[in-house]
Structures are given as C-alpha cells and as structure tokens.
C-alpha cells in the first residue's frame, strides 16, 4: 500500500496560482503513471493531470495550457504548478497513481487531499 500526503492549497484570487505538491511513501518511478485529481462538491472526482515515468504529460481540457504537472523521483514527489485560476478550479486535490488517462479511481487509497479555493 503506498499513501499519499498533498500539501500547498489554499485560498487565492482568480488569476493567482499556487503549487501542489504531493509526497509519497512508495517510489514513484515503479508506477507507470502519477497522477493529480480533482473534487469539487457534489462533483465526481477527475483526473487533470498525469505524468508518465517517462515524462509524458496529458491534461484535461479544462486546465489545459494552466496547469503542469512534473515529478521528482528522488524525493517521491509529484507537483502540480497551477497558473491562472479560475473559480471552477475550486475543489480539493488529490494524487494517486492512475490506471487509465481518464481513470477517476486512482489504484491505492486516498490521501486527505489539498483544499484549494479560487475567489475574490
């Protein structure tokens, strides 16, 4: 079982940015994918960014061209660098190792997650 603990959410203005970052207690570079989610209330939970052990990005389009997601091995650490927000961006964040590019199950239990809230 490999558990996560995500940090750096908070409140900001639309148009702010904030960085996420995420900790594991297992070594990243064994999973095919590291993931960051999201669930906003009354929302189910999406996956909006997911880096490959081999760098490859991809992102919703929602986020698309705001939000970039990178890792750093050595530290078992996933960030997740979120420019320009925008109120719909309001949810609390997640990381989990994904199955699929659109899984939303993620494969090892949840951590607590990050809260962030966009408004002025």
């Known amino acids: 079982q490999v558990q996560f603990v995500e940090s750096g959410g908070g409140l900001v203005q639309p148009g702010g940015s904030l960085r996420l970052s995420c900790v594991t207690s297992g070594d990243i570079y064994r999973f095919v994918a590291m993931g960051w989610y999201r669930q906003a209330p009354g929302k189910q939970r999406e996956l909006v960014a997911r880096?490959?052990?081999?760098?490859?990005?991809n992102y919703a389009d929602s986020v698309k061209g705001r939000f970039t997601i990178s890792k750093y091995n050595a530290k078992n650490t996933v960030y997740l660098q979120m420019n320009n927000l925008k109120p719909e961006d309001t949810a609390v964040y997640y990381c989990?190792?994904?199955?699929?590019?659109?899984?939303?199950?993620?494969?090892?239990?949840w951590g607590q997650g990050t809260q962030v809230t966009v408004s002025s």
């Open positions: 880096i490959t052990t081999g760098g490859t990005t």
């Open positions: 989990n190792v994904p199955l699929t590019v659109t899984d939303t199950t993620g494969l090892f239990s």
